[in-house]
T-cell receptor
Framework: NAGVTQTPKFRILKIGQSMTLQCTQD?????MYWYRQDPGMGLKLIYY???????DKGEVPNGYNVSRSTTEDFPLRLELAAPSQTSVYFC?????????????FGPGTRLTVL | GDSVTQMEGPVTLSEEAFLTINCTYT??????LFWYVQYPGEGLQLLLK?????DKGSNKGFEATYRKETTSFHLEKGSVQVSDSAVYFC?????????????FGQGTTLQVKP
């Protein structure tokens, strides 16, 4: 049971380049999330998904896209990278939406846009 | 809006010292409160949680009590170890919106010296 896995761990992009951050969970969770963490700040929600085929925007969705074709995978797409997207990205998943449900996090992807 | 504020870090302690990391929140409803920990090179892990006022969450010697009157959820440990060195995040979730979204504080880095 690997939990939540993310690839790559590190990436440097040039302005205008595109990339996809991968996230996979093997816990059969319905709910998945993408957060970003800027230096000295808390995590902010980018997008979330309540099941395969269903996604919605979080606090800071601009510049990102997501898809959820399977229960296990929730990739995050950056189409035109900008320096403001330099951050650490965390994927998370949970069984349900109750207040007591725990979110399980991946190890993060550190992205630098130059 | 809803928010979480943590004390500034880094917090540097000697082994066996007493730890307090302050966390206060602002919320329009009745949140659940969480402490997550991030060890170097790893993802966030749930440390403890409390879902209603006066609840005490505890795990691995850490404790935090949900104080509605002071809107606080301070993390404490009686005797820290070098292995407790990590970044600690306070977070809340509300039942409005049915998103399961976590709202995080900015994180507090704890360094424990032998």
């Amino acid at each position: 049971n690997a939990g939540v896995t993310q690839t790559p761990k590190f990436r440097i992009l040039k302005i205008g380049q595109s990339m996809t951050l991968q996230c996979t969970q093997d816990m059969n969770h319905n709910y998945m999330y993408w957060y970003r963490q800027d230096p000295g700040m808390g995590l902010k929600l980018i997008y979330y998904s309540v099941g395969a085929g269903i996604t919605d925007k979080g606090e800071v969705p601009n510049g990102y896209n997501v898809s959820r074709s399977t229960t296990e995978d929730f990739p995050l797409r950056l189409e035109l990278a900008a320096p403001s997207q330099t951050s650490v990205y965390f994927c998370a998943s949970s069984w349900g939406l109750r207040l007591t449900d725990t979110q399980y996090f991946g190890p993060g992807t550190r992205l630098t846009v130059l | 809006g809803d928010s979480v504020t943590q004390m500034e870090g880094p917090v540097t302690l000697s082994e066996e010292a007493f730890l307090t990391i302050n966390c206060t929140y602002t919320a329009t409803g009745y949140p659940s409160l969480f402490w997550y920990v991030q060890y170097p090179g790893e993802g966030l892990q749930l440390l403890l949680k409390a879902t209603k006022a006066d609840d005490k969450g505890s795990n691995k010697g850490f404790e935090a009590t949900y104080r509605k009157e002071t809107t606080s959820f301070h993390l404490e440990k009686g005797s820290v170890q070098v292995s407790d060195s990590a970044v600690y995040f306070c977070a809340l979730t509300l039942d409005s919106g049915n998103t399961g979204k976590l709202i995080f504080g900015q994180g507090t880095t704890l360094q424990v010296k032998p």
